[in-house]
């Protein structure tokens, strides 16, 4: 493993062939709340490190309609996006979710949760939207028109998924990051198996593949594998 940068980094978003994120640079406190200051940064394709524009953060994130989103949301870090088709999902860790279509309409608003918990980290494949549950132990797919889980992969007591964390489509694969463990497991999406376990020093809450190269997030920073 490489690191590539330090602690801080909030998310990874892919961008091309590159890779765009948030990184928290000082703390500040108001009326006695913590927060952050941040910057937007960019890994190249040279494999450099420079600063970003909030334009291509929320482009990044959100697609061509990213200012509607940065005025509507009122936290557009925390959250996880995806496309399902052209509409927009956008899920918080809390559960709380929002669909919007190309428009910009608002076509469903609601609670994702699975055990009474909010999701960690969501992919989109096809029509399906699969989101990963630590404290269930489980992977779970929704049926994105109805919005309620169709298949779980895993279960509280279960052994063989632990603390799934992060979660990315490669291919026929769900990729995932298990935090317990410190492994990334591969899952066939025709059988819905295990196909590959691979350890890795520390835990990961983030995995990106980008070409034929993989990144991963963690608590201690940003590391190529």
């Known amino acids: 493993m490489k690191k590539i940068y330090p602690s801080g980094a909030l998310q990874l978003l892919p961008m091309g062939k590159s890779f765009v994120f948030v990184a928290a640079q000082s703390e500040k406190t108001d009326n006695g709340e913590k927060s952050f200051v941040v910057s937007y940064k960019i890994f190249n394709e040279q ?129 995932v990051t298990q935090t317990k463990t410190n492994e990334i497991i591969k899952i066939s999406l025709d059988t819905f198996t295990i196909t590959e376990r691979e350890k890795i020093e520390i835990p990961a809450k983030t995995y990106l593949k980008i070409g034929n190269e993989q990144y991963i997030l963690t608590g201690n920073g940003i590391y190529q594998i």
């Open 47 to 175: 494999k450099k490190i420079s600063l970003a524009s909030r334009h291509v953060y929320l482009l990044s994130k959100f697609g061509n309609n990213f200012e509607f989103y940065a005025e509507k949301l009122k936290d557009y870090v925390n959250c996880k996006t995806a496309f399902i088709g052209t509409n927009l999902i956008i899920v918080y860790p809390t559960g709380e979710s929002y669909i919007y279509d190309i428009e910009k309409n608002l076509k469903w608003q609601g609670s994702l949760l699975f055990g009474g918990v909010g999701p960690a980290d969501i992919a989109v494949c096809g029509e399906d939207l699969w989101c990963t549950f630590p404290e269930m132990n489980c992977i779970v797919k929704y049926n994105t028109f109805s919005m309620r889980p169709v298949l779980r992969i895993g279960n509280k007591e279960n052994r063989t998924i632990q603390s799934p964390h992060g979660l990315f489509r490669d291919n026929d694969m769900l990729v």
